[in-house]
Structures are given as structure tokens and as C-alpha cells.
């Protein structure tokens, strides 16, 4: 099934939030490096994921540092509290030096949109967010991610490793261009965090979430 068939499918069936397993399954088809789901050594992060619950953490739905031994019981026990969600194991990324958040959506002035900056905590510390119309190049991209602060926490402070800066700009155009594509269906993508590891080590989208329009049942 195509990304559009498999979008149009979740319009139809009324979701609105795609929670965090279905919607990265369709960034790896996208092809956006995503955590090793189910694998063989830790240490691991065990997940339940389901629309109604987009924040999992405020759930006690994320539990980190597990053990490959350990995982299966405890995603037993959360999905016990939630029977309809889905459990997922993924490796725990140990080796990012930045974490920054992408997302697009549409705007009312100008259209499809991408945002990329500073993630996890940082986001609503720094405020420090480059807009760009969507679908952008991956030259766009870089623009994006060499200016404001953010540019400083992708060269390197204090003696830290610069981030992999061109692996970022190629997600960024990547999920610009899928959205774009796909804004009839989809009114807002987040990946929050991006784990950027030390240049030439790449990355992982390490959550995200998609939110489908509405009004584009079938």
C-alpha cells in the first residue's frame, strides 16, 4: 500500500493524532533513519503508543534504560493499562550530541510550511525556530539549520562534537517534500526529537506524530 493509500485509510477510519508507531513506520518508508525496533541488546525504550494519548510520558507510558530480559514484561504491564495501544521496543539512542524538532503544517498565509530548531527541552527554552515554505531543498535546509542559535548548537559549544548537519538538512527537505505531497491528507507532521549525532555519525527520528485533516474522508 502507498503512503497516500495507507493516509487516506486513517482519514477514513477517523483518526485525527497517528501515534508514534504508525507514524514512524511511514517516516522509514520515507526513508528516515528510526530507532531498531525489537532488537537483540539494550539498552532499550519500551513505548505504548495510541492516538488518544500523544503524550506519553505525562501517561507513565515511557520507561528508558531497559533491558532486552526486562522489556517484555513491562510492555505487557503498559499495555495492560491500555489494551487497544501498541507496544514499542526500540533501541535507546545514547549517541546524539543535539536534538532538534521538525515539523510542517499549514499556515494560513502562506501554505504548507516547515519548521526546524532546537528540540526536546530546548524548544520552548530557545524559541528559536527557522521557518521555510514547503517542500524546501536541502540547500533551503542548511540555510535553515546556519542561522540563529541553533547554528551554534550544530557547530559544536564549549568543545562539543559539531552535529551531522547534512544528515538534518536531508530530513528536513525529506519530510518538507512528503508533506507537501501529501497536505490534502495531512495537516501538521512533528518530529520531536531528532537525535543528531557527531558529524558523518547520522541520526534518528526518535518520536513524531502526525495529524491527519479532517476533511479528507472519501
Known sequence: MS?????????????K??????AKALMGDMGIPVPERDPANGPLVVKLCHDDYPHK???????????PQDAP?????????????VALVEAMEKNSVVEWIVGC????TFGAIVLAGPGGVLVELLDAGEIRLAPATPGTAAQMLGTGAGAKLLAGMRGAPAAHSAALADLISKVSVFFAAHSDLISEIEINPVMVRADGA????????????EDAKT
Do not use: F
Open 17 to 22: 493524532v497517528v501515534h508514534e508507531a504508525d
Open 202 to 213: 547520522g541520526l534518528v527520528a526518535a518520536d513524531a506524530l502526525i495529524i491527519l485533516r
Open 105 to 108: 503544517k499549514i499556515d494560513a
Open 57 to 67: 510520558s505525562d501517561h507513565g507510558l515511557v520507561k528508558l534504560n531497559v533491558s
Open 3 to 15: 503512503a497516500r493509500d495507507t493516509l487516506q485509510s486513517w482519514v477514513n477510519a477517523g483518526r
Open 73 to 85: 514484561a513491562i510492555a505487557a504491564e503498559m499495555s495492560a493499562k491500555i489494551p487497544d495501544g
